[in-house]
Each structure stands twice: as C-alpha cells, then as structure tokens.
C-alpha cells in the first residue's frame, strides 16, 4: 500500500495535481482512493462527478470521497467533546462558549488522519489524500507517544471503577467520566498510534509539497518541509504547478515568465536532492477526466507516480560515550532562526521565518526522560540534541 499526502498553500493546484497522480495510478491497474476533507468540494469541481461522504466510484480502480469532518467528529467523537464541555459548564464557563473550547483543535487534519486510520483497512492499494496537515493536527499524532502504552493498560483497568466516581462527585465539583467516556478515550488513542505508525513508514507514506513558480508558495512549501521533517514525515517530491510556458516569452507575460524562471531556480536548489516536478500553466482550468489524464501525460510521462521518489534522513537517536544525542532533520533554518527550550518530556522549537515564528511541540524520546538537555547545536541542516546525566 501507498499513502500520498498532497499539500501546499491554498490556490497552488493541490487539488488538481492529487487528481491527477490518482487518474495516473488507477490507469495502472491499482485499487485508488482519493479522500479530501476540503469544505469547498474541490474534488466535485475538478473530477466533474460529484463526491459525497461515502466512497464514489469516478473511473475504473478509482474512488473517491469527500469528508466532512464536523459531521464526522459529531458522529465518532461527540461523547468525549461533551463530558469535557460538561466539565468546563461546571466551572461556571457558558454552555456555547464550552463547546467551543472542548471541540479539538486542528479538527480538520485530526479527523482526516482518523478516517484514514479505517479506509487503510479497506483494501486499497494507493490512498492520496488531498489536505493540508496543519503542525497542529501533526502534534496530535504523538498523543500516543506521549502517553505511552502505561498508561492506556491503566486507564483500562480502571474501566470497571469509573462508576464509582459518581460518588465523589458532589465534593470534587465536576462530573466524573463515564466508562463510555474512558472507552472512547482508549479507542481514540489507538487510532492515533495505528495512523502514526502508517505516516512514519517511509516505504508507505509520501508527504507531497505543491508550489507555484512565486516567491510566497515557495516560502509556504518550506515551512511545510520543515514541519514535516521534525515530525519525522518523508517528503518525497515537489511539483511546481502552473509555470508559464516557452510561448508566452516576448509578450505581455514577459517578465512573468522571467521571474518564474528565477524562482523555478531556486526551488530546485532549495529543495535538492529532492526531485522537482513541473506542470505548465494550461489555456483554461483542468476539469474532467480527459483534461486529468494529459495533464497526468506531461508530469509523470512514463513514470508511475505511486514510486517512492526520495527517501530523506530520519531521526536518529544513539548513544556517544556518555551522553545522548538525537538528531532532527532541519532544513532551510540557520541558527539566528532558533530557540530550543525543554519543558519537561516535550522539546518546544521556536522557528522565526519570513512570516512569523512558528512554534513546534516534539515529545522526547523516552531514553531522554531521566536525562537533562546540555546543548543543541545546528550542523549543516541537522539539529543535534545532546543529552547528559
């Protein structure tokens, strides 16, 4: 199986380009789903068939499915949103304003990563998710981490007992959970482990960066390489959608066309040695399968776009005499553009980039725990974390 995560700031194509490489795989004969959480029906407009909730067969070895993840949440997840929104009305907080707050961060990308935790199991060959993975819905995948396997066993023991905490709550104040509440809780902890386990495996999961020839979307698709390489995701390809082509040079688009040249330069060197991609600009809007299937001609050409393009540097976590020192991918950052903080079992990594600081959230390894963090130092695109008793 192969997952293909397609993501890249709003209006560069991603859309159009996870249409494009699911067109390419079924063609090839593999069983493909393309899943989009996109409120905006983007799949409906661009397939030119319309993509509900359920499962939708477009073309041969082709399906397709839009989710909603509100809906979704409400359906799968609504009881633990409403014993933690029970809890806040206890406290005194607004029934409205509660929900707010215990409705989960991220919702989008969380739930998405959940769907995919039970499409996985359905038999397809190739899943190409078209998505943003926001660093909020990435954080939640170390959940699990985090918590550790200890604690699930704990809070399944304590299943049977959970009814006893109706005793106590007149004197705590704020109701006790159900032992539905605790199941749920449990459940939802082992999808999180089971999706993690599917994007971290390099040999399954492809993160893919959709750019157009601009200075921004640049800049947004390495904020993205970057996130996605200190979460431990393999960024395999780049695609530069909508470059102007060959013919436009000489005319009203000229300088256009030489600025795009300028910043297709330096997209290949910034992302190297990942492979780059390129898509021109066409006459009028992609839409339909056969518009779908020439595009899919000029950017794969024989290739099959289910190939692992590029495997990237993992972390590494090793013993060095008597310290320990666990390494991150980090790319495009200099050391003027870091701040490394530990708070307790969590690295808190603040990167200053060309549009504000970005905050990262990174559990440690457990071997790290009993250990106090030394010194950090930033070696030719790797940060090495040292360790000591």
């Given amino acids: ?88 009305k206890a406290r005194g907080i607004d029934e409205s304003l509660a929900y707010e707050i215990a409705s989960l961060p991220g919702m989008t990308g969380v739930v998405t990563m959940l769907k995919l935790n039970a499409i996985a199991k359905e038999g ?46 007149p004197l705590a104040g704020i109701p006790a959970p159900s032992k539905e509440v605790v199941e749920k809780e449990v459940e939802l902890l082992e999808m999180f482990e089971g999706v993690k386990d599917l994007l971290l495996n390099r040999d399954i999961t492809s993160l893919r960066l959709v750019t157009n020839p601009d200075s921004f979307s640049i800049a947004n698709a390495r904020r993205a390489y970057i996130q996605a390489s200190i979460y431990g995701l393999n960024t395999d390809l780049i695609v530069v959608n909508k470059v102007l082509p060959e013919e436009v040079r000489g005319s009203y688009f000229n300088e256009w066309f030489s600025e795009q040249q300028r910043h297709i330069k330096e997209a290949v060197n910034s992302f190297r040695p990942i492979p780059v991609k390129f898509l021109r600009l066409f006459k009028r809007e992609l839409k339909g399968i056969d518009d779908l299937r020439r595009a899919a001609e000029e950017l794969f050409g024989n290739e099959d776009p289910t190939k692992v393009y590029h495997k990237g540097e993992a972390v590494k976590v090793e013993y060095r005499d008597k310290y320990l020192e666990v390494t991150y991918p980090a790319p495009f950052i200099s050391k003027k553009e870091i701040e490394v903080e530990r ?21 440690l390894p457990a071997i790290a725990f009993k250990l106090s963090l030394k010194k950090a130092k930033l070696i030719n695109g790797y940060l090495h974390l040292y360790f000591g008793e």
Avoid: Q, W
């Avoid at 819905?137 to 399944?156: C, D, E, H, N, Q």
């Avoid at 708070?343 to 559990?363: F, H, K, M, N, S």
């Fill in 124 to 169: 397809y060959d190739v899943i190409v998710i078209d998505t943003v993975p926001s660093g909020e819905a990435l954080r939640y995948l170390y959940v699990p981490t985090i918590i550790g396997r200890i604690s699930r066993k704990i809070m399944k023991m304590a299943m049977p007992f959970a009814e006893l905490g109706k005793v106590v709550e």
């Fill in 1 to 88: 199986m192969r997952i293909l995560y397609y993501t890249g700031k709003g209006g560069t194509g991603k859309s159009t380009i996870s249409c494009i490489t699911s067109i390419r795989a079924a063609d090839l004969g593999y069983k493909t789903i393309l899943i989009s959480s996109d409120p905006a029906h983007s799949l409906r407009d661009v397939l030119r068939v319309e993509v509900g909730r359920e499962a939708t067969r477009v073309v041969n070895n082709l399906y397709a499915i839009n989710i909603d993840p509100v809906k979704e949440a409400a359906e799968n997840y609504s009881i633990i949103v409403d014993y933690v929104a029970s809890v806040l």
């Fill in 343 to 363: 708070i307790g079992d969590e690295l808190i990594l603040r990167i200053y980039t060309d549009a504000g600081p970005v905050d990262l959230v990174i559990p």
